[in-house]
């Protein structure tokens, strides 16, 4: 069965600093992965997805995140961090049918 | 764009009793799901329908979790007995066929279970 592990529960950053949130998963099968963001008291939000096209996925609000085979990852990378980014983002992995797993989650936090 | 819709966002009910959650997928959807992410955990799998049965279950559905697809465009949860446990945020999803990748997700429905 297929799985997430997102390193680091809570992640802190500067305004304008590199934002990476880590996730690395297991799967049997080539899989497919995503990233959601889910604002206070909102529900889930689809930012960017990985389907075995182009291994850098670009995604909405500057987010991108690149799969790498070889480390069995899926970071999330911004270049700039902006107070709007404070969330909390969750990696999923799919195994190409209707389940999908997620990560625990990671809190990024953004400091003026 | 087209959404998935849930109500109510909030549902606050007494342990023991029926609650039912609403979704209204997206039009020509044709899979629907339930998620559900206890406060500070990670969102599970509840369960997926298609073709007016369920297709798969976690092993969080139990017995006293059901769904239905009452009519063409409602697809709705049922607790039969809350429990404390039950408290959560459910979000139903929908995607026009197989493949999470499609994958479309309502707002939300918080529930607490008092």
């Known amino acids: 069965a297929q799985s997430v592990t997102q390193l680091g529960s809570h992640v802190s950053v500067s305004e304008g600093a590199l934002v990476l949130l880590r996730c690395n998963y297991s799967?049997?099968?080539?899989?497919?992965l995503f990233w959601y963001v889910q604002y206070p008291n909102q529900g889930l939000q689809l930012l960017l997805k990985y389907t075995s096209a182009a291994t850098l996925v670009k995604g909405i609000n500057g987010f991108e995140a690149e799969f790498k085979k070889s480390e069995t990852s899926f970071h999330l990378t911004k270049p700039s961090a902006h107070m709007s980014d404070a969330a909390e983002y969750f990696c999923?992995?799919?195994?190409?049918?209707?389940?999908?797993?997620f990560g625990a989650g990671t809190r990024l936090t953004v400091k003026p | 764009e087209p959404e998935v819709t849930q109500t109510p966002s909030h549902q606050v009910t007494q342990m023991g009793q029926e609650v039912i959650l609403r979704c209204v997928p997206i039009?020509?959807?044709?899979?629907f799901y339930w998620y559900r992410q206890i406060l500070g955990q990670k969102v599970e799998f509840l369960v997926s329908f298609y073709n007016n049965e369920i297709s798969e279950k976690s092993e969080i559905f139990d017995d006293q979790f059901s769904v239905e697809r009452p009519d063409g465009s409602n697809f709705t949860l049922k607790i039969r007995s809350t429990k404390l446990e039950d408290s959560a945020m459910y979000f139903c999803?929908?995607?026009?066929?197989?493949?999470?990748?499609?994958?479309?997700f309502g707002s939300g429905t918080q529930l607490s279970v008092l």
């Open positions: 039009s020509n959807h044709l899979y």
């Open positions: 799967s049997s099968v080539p899989p497919y």
């Open positions: 999803a929908s995607s026009p066929d197989r493949g999470a990748e499609k994958l479309f």
């Open positions: 999923a992995v799919s195994d190409r049918g209707n389940d999908m797993r």
